[in-house]
């Protein structure tokens, strides 16, 4: 079983790969995508949105990161790609699946579902721009508004050269509402020579397998459903392994969780801050009552020394519980 990390544009960023692939359970991520339009972008723009290129193309965990991009002209993106991959990246993916409204207006993502055509012009000008041994692989949605051409988008982009196909399992119209209709990601794997991967709606175990039942896929890739549970990727394996299932718990959570935060403080602007810390915790608290204990201590509080000091807490109080657990007799602080 492999399981990938999705790439979320304003979520699932650099920092957020660096901390879950710390936790364990992922073979390779996905960086959210780089927008490609009509001119050959500078390194440090490749470099800002997927900084695992100062490291070999792997997060500091030791995890591979294909850099994404975005992009309907096949000779802009086949001059980026090349530019890109002399940076090392661990492969080049490229992005027909976006649903936003702003990035279909102007060409971009799902809408290239409507052109099977061109989707074969874009992954070929890529396959060629790049060296063999570097691999190119795609992302697509169903479809636009609806899912009768799947199948035919699906054999183009394997008709440009592409290695792999992530397919989410709905439609851009269908955004990203339940549910994720597998049953056509496994039409889509019958078709294709190359490998497929399963994604969408997959939040927990059960979920997984279920999937992999339906879609035939060994290949899966998680993405909210990580960012909520972020031991879900150690779960899938265990379980598909037929092996015991070890629970990512609070307390083992809670320093990557400090880490994630020195990130954040580390990488973005001080107004920034609090809100990416406060957006993690709103996705942890659905999973952990811990979360949400945290997530209400600091929902109001937008001042990053504030944040600091609350957090220090948080750990200075873990500590304490863990060794009142060790010695009776210490008293037991207040967990915030």
């Known amino acids: 079983m492999t399981i990938l990390l999705a790439p979320m544009e304003g979520l699932l960023d650099f920092v957020l790969r660096d901390i879950l692939t710390r936790v364990g359970g992922i073979d390779r991520c996905v960086s959210e995508f780089i927008r490609i339009t009509d001119q050959l972008l500078p390194e440090r723009v ?24 975005l992009g309907s002209d ?22 027909f699946g976006c649903p936003a409204a702003v990035v279909n207006r102007h060409g971009g993502g799902a809408s290239l579902l409507r052109e099977p055509e061109t989707l074969t012009a874009v992954v070929g000008a890529v396959r060629r721009a790049v060296p063999a041994h570097m691999p190119v692989s795609a992302k697509m949605r169903l479809g636009y508004d609806d899912d009768a051409r799947a199948v035919e988008c699906a054999l183009a982009i ?116 609090a809100g990416r810390l406060k957006q993690w915790l709103n996705f942890l608290r659905r999973r952990f009552p811990e979360a949400e204990v945290a997530y209400q201590a600091i929902k109001t509080i937008n001042d990053p020394v504030v944040v600091d000091a609350w957090l220090a807490g948080l750990l200075q109080a873990s500590e304490g519980t863990k060794r009142s657990m060790l010695s009776p007799k210490l008293s037991l602080p207040a967990m915030v």
């Open 46 to 69: 490749f470099l800002r949105i997927v900084p695992e290129l100062h490291n070999g193309g792997r997060t500091l965990a030791g995890v591979p990161v294909r850099a994404q991009l």
């Open 158 to 273: 394997e008709a440009g050269g592409a290695g792999e196909l992530v397919v989410h399992g709905r439609t851009k119209a269908q955004a990203y509402r339940p549910p994720a209709y597998w049953e056509r990601i496994a039409d889509i794997r019958a078709a294709v020579k190359i490998p497929v991967v399963a994604n969408g709606e997959i939040w927990t175990v059960e979920d997984a397998r279920h999937c992999r039942e339906v879609s035939g896929c060994d290949m899966l890739m998680i993405g909210r459903g990580a960012v909520r549970d972020p031991g879900l990727g150690l779960a899938i394996k265990a379980e598909m392994a037929n092996e015991s299932i070890t629970v990512v718990s609070w307390p083992t959570l809670l320093p990557l969780i400090a880490d994630f935060w020195h990130i954040v403080c580390s990488r973005l602007e001080a107004r920034a801050r």
């Open 74 to 95: 096949p000779g802009c993106m086949a001059e980026n790609a090349a530019r890109l991959a002399s940076l090392g990246p661990a492969g080049i993916d490229l992005n």
